[in-house]
C-alpha cells in the first residue's frame, strides 16, 4: 500500500522552510526520500532506519516515527535548486524486504525568487 | 565514474507485441532495480535483482519479468503489450541491497503503447 505524502504542492519564496509528511498505515523497517527534478531522474537525499540511523545529505534533515508510522523531510531556509518532486518510499518491517519499497505519489515544491 | 545508462531512451510498440529493455549499473553495484513511473501512480516498484537473483517483486502482473547478469547488468522485459504499460521505466542501482543504500537512477526507458 502506496505511502501518503502531504501537502501534495506545496509554493515557497526563497528562503522559507517547508515540511513534506510520508505516513504509512504499515509498521515501518525504513523510509527513503528522493527529489527528482522535471525531466530529471529521481536523485537520493536520505534514509531513515528502523532504531535511528540515518545515511544522507548534510543540509536536509528527517524524522522517522517508528510508533507512528510517519516520516518528516525538512526543507530550511529553501533555495531554487530545491524545487522538485519529493518521493518518500516505505519498506515495510514485516516481510523481510520481500516487498520492496513502495513510493509515494509525491509532494510537488516550487521555490520562486 | 560513469552513471547507470538505460537503452533504448525511447520505445514505440504496439498492444500484444514484447519489449526488452535494458540497464547498466554504475561498476561496482551488485543491486538493480527496476521501477514504472507514470503522471498518476508516481514511482511504482517492479523488483530488485541482487547477484543475479530476484531479491523482491512488486505487485505487477507476470508478464513483466526480469533477469540479472553475472557483470550486474540487467533486462527488464514485458510481454503482451497493454496500452497501460505506457510509462517511463527507471532502473537504479546500488552498491548493496535498495533496503540499506543509496540508489542511483538511470534516465530512463520512455515505453509509448498504441
Known amino acids: 500500500q502506496q505511502p501518503v505524502q502531504s501537502p501534495q504542492a506545496v509554493i515557497l519564496r526563497e528562503g522559507e522552510d517547508a515540511v513534506i509528511n510520508c505516513s504509512s498505515s504499515?509498521?515501518?523497517?525504513?523510509v527513503h526520500w528522493y527529489r527528482q527534478k522535471h525531466g530529471e531522474a529521481p536523485v537520493f537525499l536520505m534514509i531513515?532506519?528502523?532504531?535511528?540511523e540515518q545515511k544522507g545529505h548534510e543540509k536536509i534533515s528527517a524524522s522517522f516515527n517508528e510508533k507512528k508510522q510517519q516520516s518528516s523531510l525538512y526543507l530550511t531556509a529553501s533555495q531554487l535548486s530545491y524545487s522538485g518532486t519529493y518521493f518518500c518510499?516505505?519498506?515495510?518491517?514485516?516481510?523481510?524486504?520481500?516487498?520492496?519499497?513502495?513510493f509515494g505519489k509525491g509532494t510537488h515544491l516550487i521555490i520562486q525568487p | 565514474k560513469a552513471g547507470v545508462t538505460q537503452t533504448p531512451r525511447y520505445l514505440i510498440k504496439t498492444r500484444g507485441q514484447q519489449v526488452t529493455l535494458s540497464c547498466s549499473p554504475i561498476?561496482?553495484?551488485?543491486?538493480v532495480s527496476w521501477y514504472q513511473q507514470t503522471p498518476g501512480q508516481g514511482l511504482q516498484f517492479l523488483f530488485e535483482y541482487f547477484s543475479e537473483t530476484q531479491r523482491n517483486k512488486g505487485n505487477f502482473p507476470g508478464r513483466f519479468s526480469g533477469r540479472q547478469f553475472s557483470n550486474s547488468r540487467s533486462e527488464m522485459n514485458v510481454s503482451t503489450l497493454e496500452l497501460g504499460d505506457s510509462a517511463l521505466y527507471l532502473c537504479?542501482?546500488?552498491?548493496?541491497?535498495?533496503?540499506?543504500?543509496?540508489?542511483?537512477f538511470g534516465p530512463g526507458t520512455r515505453l509509448t503503447v498504441l
Open positions: 537504479a542501482s546500488s552498491l548493496g541491497l535498495a533496503r540499506y543504500n543509496e540508489q542511483f
Open positions: 561498476s561496482g553495484h551488485r543491486s
Open positions: 518510499g516505505t519498506e515495510a518491517s514485516s516481510g523481510g524486504g520481500a516487498d520492496g519499497l513502495t
Open positions: 531513515l532506519l528502523k532504531g535511528g
Open positions: 504499515k509498521a515501518l523497517y525504513s
